[in-house]
């Protein structure tokens, strides 16, 4: 079995803020959140952890290796979407300025990239290898530390209408889910 969590909350979280592949940490929140699903994976026996290498999901990984006696691997393909243009920028002034990307945005699907940045297809393609190589290394239960995004493409690829579910999933900070 994969496990998949979304790091703790960020700052940028709590404002709406595209983060993308920008290195933040977690918030106070966010390390709380990060503790709990620690202690949530301690009942899970874990055998491997596997971390996005961008800040606050390698912090919220150290929390839970911590916990569990397990070294987080870093692995770039479990970075969140690059969202090109939009990094830095607040969800809301995006909707704003650009109502017909926004709408893009929203529809998802494969065809959908972000301006200067990647597709969600390109990133799907991407966290699907990662998820196979874990698979395939036989070190499950494997924990993966990572972002909504990444879990978005994940549960997206087990639905017969794929990345157009993409905003369907619900994917709170720090809360696990079962591939």
């Not at 990307?101 to 390109?122: K, N, Q, V």
């Not at 239960?141 to 879990?151: I, N, Q, S």
């Amino acid at each position: 079995m994969i496990l998949l969590a979304r790091h703790g909350e960020t700052a940028e979280n709590r404002e709406r803020r595209f983060q993308g592949q920008k290195d933040v940490a977690l918030n106070e929140t966010g390390r709380e959140q990060a503790r709990a699903l620690a202690e949530q994976a301690a009942g899970e026996d874990v055998v491997a952890l596997y971390t996005s290498p961008l800040i606050r999901a390698a912090e919220t990984a150290a929390i839970v290796g911590e916990r569990l006696g397990l070294q987080p691997r870093p692995d770039d393909r479990l970075k969140e979407v690059d969202v090109g243009a939009w990094q830095d920028r607040l969800k809301d002034d995006v909707e704003h300025e650009d109502p017909d990307s926004w709408a893009a945005f929203l529809r998802a699907g494969d065809g959908f990239r972000f301006p200067g940045g990647e597709s969600f297809a390109e990133q799907q393609e991407r966290v699907i290898a990662a998820l196979v190589d874990v698979t395939q290394r036989r070190e499950l239960p494997a924990l993966l530390v990572c972002h909504r995004g990444v879990v978005r493409c994940a549960l997206a690829h087990t639905h017969r209408k794929g990345l157009d579910t993409y905003h369907d999933w619900r994917v709170p900070n720090a809360e696990l889910v079962r591939l």
